[in-house]
């Protein structure tokens, strides 16, 4: 079983599912996919809590690709009440669900080993060679950020793809420890941050195929559209995610991943509609459906 972990609101759903189809269908493994979300819409009325027919339709998806594969929700809103609420991160230019995934430590995957991945990332190969890898006596795996490893120090991540350790992060205050400083250290980007802080020697370097953030290659594994900055014709940063599919083809010149975005639509109106989403999936990479 590969257990997977996202972190959204309603509002992540095309991104979310977009990226399980990608995942789903190049792995012949039952995947669990456990989405972190809450309701934040106090804060921001856009910060709803994802959705029980969103939860219900991804699974559906999952389940096309391996019958044993499933998607469950957990709800936040009370941890994050109870520890970081009034902190001084909560409200900054990022959602609070960026925040989630420093709660991984509270046992609530019912796993030894998950993968953490940001909505806005694509599987461009299988991922079993991820999930299963040897992580040598550390907490988690990560890649250096395209940016911060230039403009802040070389060894620091990108947290949107943190391969974890569960049952070694639950014997120690690490997450903890990055919560409190969530909490009381004003940051740019706090939770990447925090996890770059405390983990700094047990994180296990990769290579960026593994979290691929500027232009997809051959060998690359996992593909995030995230924020990157340019510096040609002019300092700037370009932001793309996998759902606009237009710019993905006209700004990044990307079509590695048109068998999966051109299909987005359909499976999007099939799930307004209320249909299954059977009769708008295709085959698996491996040529097998339904397992």
Request: hydrophobic residues 40%.
């Amino acid at each position: 079983m590969i257990h997977l972990i996202y972190a959204g609101n309603d509002l992540m759903f095309k991104g979310i599912l977009s990226s399980l189809v990608s995942i789903a269908r190049k792995t012949t493994r039952p995947i669990t996919a456990h989405i972190l979300t809450g309701d934040f819409s106090e804060i921001d009325q856009r910060f709803k809590p994802f959705r029980e027919d969103q939860r219900a339709f991804l699974d559906k998806v999952v389940k096309f690709y391996e019958k044993n594969s499933s998607v469950k929700v957990l709800d936040l809103s009370e941890d994050v009440h109870n520890e970081i609420k009034t902190g001084k991160n909560l409200r900054n230019r990022f959602s609070p669900y960026t925040l989630l995934r420093l709660f991984i430590d509270k046992d609530m995957i019912g796993s030894k080993r998950a993968l953490y991945l940001d909505a806005d990332i694509l599987a461009n190969k299988d991922i079993s060679e991820l999930f299963d890898m040897d992580l040598q006596g550390n907490y988690i795996a990560m890649v250096p950020d395209a940016v911060g490893s230039v403009w802040l120090y070389p060894n620091y991540c990108n947290a949107g793809m943190i391969l974890m350790d569960l049952e070694a992060i639950g014997n120690t205050n690490i997450f903890s420890l990055c919560r409190k400083m969530v909490f009381t250290k004003k940051m740019w980007m706090p939770d990447q941050t925090a996890i770059n802080t405390y983990f700094e020697d047990r994180k296990l370097y990769l290579p960026r195929r593994f979290n691929e953030q500027k232009k997809t290659q051959p060998d690359t594994v996992l593909r995030h559209f995230c924020d990157v900055m340019h510096l040609w014709p002019y300092l700037h940063v370009v932001k793309v995610k996998q759902w606009d599919v237009e710019r993905v083809h006209s700004v990044l010149n990307e079509h590695a991943f048109d068998d999966v975005l051109n299909n987005l639509d359909a499976l999007l109106k099939a799930f307004e509609k209320g249909e299954a989403p059977d009769g708008v999936l295709f085959t698996s990479y491996y040529g097998t459906q339904g397992n």
